[in-house]
């Protein structure tokens, strides 16, 4: 498969690519094939396995002069890519696109295409962009279930309880419970850090301290394991 490099550690030897299948896949040092460097945005060909690719080497063509010397010929793009100098990657660089940086669309795509994203970075715009509109949609849940809780008399004289909206705030929190995971994860991962420091965030009394650390914290600055910056940072 044709892919491009996103980014390459040459001193840890790890890196990751982004097929023509619009998937990333990770490799290491020991998947490139022969002595191959490579540097970010560079044409490759790879065998992928899961989320894996390896076999990786270049995909500059090579013809023969008559002088019996090797004159490399740039590979042609990949289809559908951007032009040269104006690289996307990620799942929209099959389509040619750039992906918004706004707060809903960080929202967004945070409980649909990366609903179980544990890969990658998020920026600190990221996160307080969804921690907005995630209590926006809290409280929408709430006035919903207790205006259904009211109308149907589960409040009146005060002994019932507001059963409806329990059960909208209990379902809201379920269904959004793995995107803020993932969420605090990519966090993790943008300041340099393993996502297993997520647990903190539910520890007693202590969890929500640490999740404003790792929500107020600037970005690492240049690529790192997890991958590049983020699209929009700036230093």
Known sequence: ?????????????????????????SFARED???????????????????????????????????ADNDVPVPARPLPGSSPAG???????????????????????RGVTTNYVN???????????????FWTIGLVVA?????SADLSRGDLEGGGDEPVVMFGLLGLYVLLTFL??????????????LTGWLAILCFVPYVG????????????????NKWGPVPSGVRF
């Open 118 to 132: 544990f890969s990658g970075r998020s920026r600190r715009k990221e996160f307080w962009g969804f921690c907005l």
């Open 208 to 223: 929500w301290l640490a999740t404003l650390v790792f929500g107020l914290i600037p970005t690492q600055a240049g690529d």
């Open 1 to 25: 498969m044709r892919g491009e490099v996103l980014h390459y550690d040459e001193r840890q030897g790890f890196g990751f690519i982004s097929g023509a299948d619009g998937r990333r896949y």
């Open 179 to 192: 995107p803020w995971v993932a969420l605090v994860v990519r966090r993790l991962h943008d300041l340099g």
């Open 142 to 146: 709430i006035g919903v279930g207790l």
């Open 86 to 108: 104006q690289p996307h990657f990620g799942r929209n660089a099959e389509a040619g696109t750039v992906e918004s940086t706004g707060l809903w669309s960080y929202f967004w």
């Open 32 to 66: 490139l094939r022969r002595e191959t460097t490579l540097a970010r945005g560079a044409q490759v060909e790879f065998q992928p396995n899961g989320e894996r690719a390896g076999n990786v080497f270049s995909a500059r063509a090579r013809i023969i002069d008559p």
